[in-house]
């Protein structure tokens, strides 16, 4: 209950997110084996996020590589926070690692996977996309994001806002963290409603 209430979840919020979900069902990209890239970043011990995208790349046969901050966040729960409060509100960088063998120019969707951090994408996310517009542009690309209660919050906005009119932006899902480990079939439906796999 204080972690929910220190986030300062609406309800509103999660079903926003829902509502968003089930309009944009329909909308779904043609596409191959091979030409699909999973990329995500994951705090917590658990994996949340780390979990969804595993699944996802597992269902669509795509490539996966993980997002490691240059300098890291705390291990603490509450100190990590504090840290990404200021740069969550702000939008603020922060720099991730070069990414070993991952060539954008190879994929024609990429899936993006974040955790709901105050209500926005996880910096390092962030930072990742920003940095990467122009190697991203015409591509297909669809936002997963796990969260704490708050369900989609502000993150399909302000990840179809990164892109602009540069790439095709699919639906995002919003799934719960601590129910993740049970949401296979979501998260398998959430691939097989986006891509078609030729
Ligand atoms: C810094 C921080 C901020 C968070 N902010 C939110 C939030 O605003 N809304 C929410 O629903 N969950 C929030 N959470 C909870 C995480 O989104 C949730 O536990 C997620 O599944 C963790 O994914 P991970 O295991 O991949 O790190 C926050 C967690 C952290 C560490």
Redesign the pocket.
């Known amino acids: 209950m204080k972690?929910?209430l220190?986030?300062?979840?609406v309800a509103l919020?999660?079903l926003a997110g829902c509502s968003q979900d089930a309009a944009n069902a329909a909308r779904q990209v043609e596409t191959a084996k091979g030409k699909v890239a999973v990329i995500?970043?994951?705090?917590?011990?658990?994996?949340?996020?780390?979990?969804?995208a595993e699944t996802i790349a597992k269902k669509a046969g795509a490539d996966i590589f993980a997002l490691q901050p240059v300098t890291p966040?705390s291990s603490d729960?509450e100190t990590?926070?504090?840290?990404?409060?200021p740069e969550?509100r702000g939008k603020l960088a922060r720099p991730v690692k070069p990414v070993e063998g991952l060539d954008l120019a190879k994929y024609d969707v990429v899936f993006f996977?974040?955790?709901?951090?105050?209500?926005?994408l996880?910096p390092p996310l962030r930072t990742f996309i920003t940095e990467n517009l122009a190697a991203l542009k015409g591509k297909s690309v669809a936002l997963f994001?796990?969260?704490?209660?708050?369900?989609m919050?502000s993150l399909g906005k302000d990840f179809a806002d990164l892109f602009g009119d540069t790439a095709t932006v699919l639906p995002p899902k919003a799934?719960?963290?601590?129910s993740?480990r049970s949401s296979t079939k979501a998260l398998e439906e959430f691939v097989t409603s986006r891509i078609s796999l030729k």
């Open positions: 972690k929910i220190k986030y300062g979840i919020g999660a995500y970043y994951s705090w917590s011990p658990e994996g949340n996020t780390r979990f969804a966040y729960f990590c926070c504090k840290e990404a409060k969550c996977g974040t955790p709901n951090w105050w209500g926005t996880a994001q796990t969260h704490g209660g708050g369900g919050q799934l719960g963290g601590s993740i």
